[in-house]
C-alpha cells in the first residue's frame, strides 16, 4: 500500500471563497481520483487527475468550480470554489498504486469541509 | 445506466455471522470490490472478485456471480469493531469504478 496525506483534514468556510486541498502520495502513480461523499451518502467522482493533461471530470462536474492541479506524479490538488452550503461534504482523494484492473483504489483520509 | 444495489442498513450480532449482498448491472464487468468505511473515516479496500466463486481473507469472505451479476460479502464471527458501512464497487468495461450506495452494518452485543 502507500501512504497518503490529504490536507487540510477538516476546515469551515465561508460562503463564497475558495478552498484548496492537497493530496500527497508517497509513491509515484499514473491516476489519483477526486470524490465527494455527503452524509450518509457514497462516494461521487468528481474527475480523474492525470499528470500532463487535463483532469477528466464527471458529469455534472466543471473545471470552473473543481479546478485540478496535477503538477507531478505524487501531488494533486483540488479548489472547491465560490463555495456554498450545498458543497459541504467529504473530499476524498484515492490512487491506485499499479496498472491492471485488480488494483484497487486507495484513499487518503478525507476533508470534511463545511461552509456557513 | 449503470446501477449498484445494497441493503441500506443491516443489524447483527456480536458473534454471529452477516452475508451483505450487492447485485450489479453494468456496462461490462472487470472486477468487483468490496470496501469497509468506519464513520468519519476513509473507505479501506477489503477484497477483490474478478471470477466466479469464494474469496477468504480470515474472517471475511466475498463470493461473486457474474452470471447473475451478484456478490456478497460474508462476515463471520462478527466484533463490535466491524460496525461500519460496507461498500460495493464494479469496474466497468471503461475500467470506471462504479460505487454502491453502501450497506450500514450495526453490530449489537
Known amino acids: 500500500s502507500a501512504v497518503i496525506s490529504q490536507k487540510p483534514s477538516r476546515d469551515i468556510c465561508q460562503r463564497g471563497t475558495s478552498l484548496t486541498i492537497q493530496c500527497q502520495v508517497d509513491?509515484?502513480?499514473?491516476?489519483m481520483f477526486w470524490y465527494r461523499q455527503q452524509p450518509g451518502q457514497s462516494l461521487t467522482l468528481i474527475a480523474t487527475?492525470?499528470?500532463?493533461?487535463?483532469?477528466?471530470?464527471e458529469s455534472g462536474f466543471v473545471i470552473d468550480k473543481f479546478p485540478i492541479s496535477r503538477p507531478n506524479l505524487t501531488f494533486s490538488t483540488l479548489t472547491v470554489s465560490n463555495m456554498s452550503p450545498e458543497d459541504s461534504s467529504i473530499y476524498l482523494c484515492?490512487?491506485?498504486?499499479?496498472?491492471?484492473?485488480?488494483?484497487?483504489?486507495?484513499f487518503g483520509d478525507g476533508t470534511r469541509l463545511s461552509i456557513l | 445506466g449503470q446501477n449498484i444495489d445494497q441493503p441500506t442498513e443491516m443489524t447483527a450480532t456480536e458473534g454471529a455471522i452477516v452475508q451483505i449482498n450487492c447485485t450489479y448491472q453494468?456496462?461490462?464487468?472487470?472486477?468487483l470490490f468490496w470496501y469497509q468505511q468506519h464513520a468519519g473515516e476513509a473507505p479501506t479496500f477489503l477484497s477483490y472478485?474478478?471470477l466466479d466463486g469464494l474469496e477468504e481473507k480470515g474472517r471475511f469472505s466475498s463470493f461473486l456471480s457474474r452470471s447473475k451479476g451478484y456478490s456478497y460479502l460474508l462476515l463471520k464471527e462478527l466484533q463490535m469493531k466491524d460496525s461500519a458501512s460496507y461498500l460495493c464497487?464494479?469496474?466497468?468495461?471503461?475500467?470506471?469504478?462504479?460505487w454502491g450506495a453502501g450497506t450500514k452494518l450495526i453490530i449489537k452485543p
Open positions: 484515492s490512487v491506485e498504486l499499479g496498472q491492471g484492473g485488480n488494483q484497487p483504489q486507495h
Open positions: 509513491s509515484q502513480v499514473t491516476m
Open positions: 487527475a492525470n499528470q500532463g493533461s487535463e483532469a477528466t471530470y
Open positions: 453494468t456496462s461490462g464487468f472487470n472486477g
Open positions: 472478485n474478478v
Open positions: 464497487a464494479v469496474r466497468d468495461s471503461n475500467y470506471q469504478l462504479i
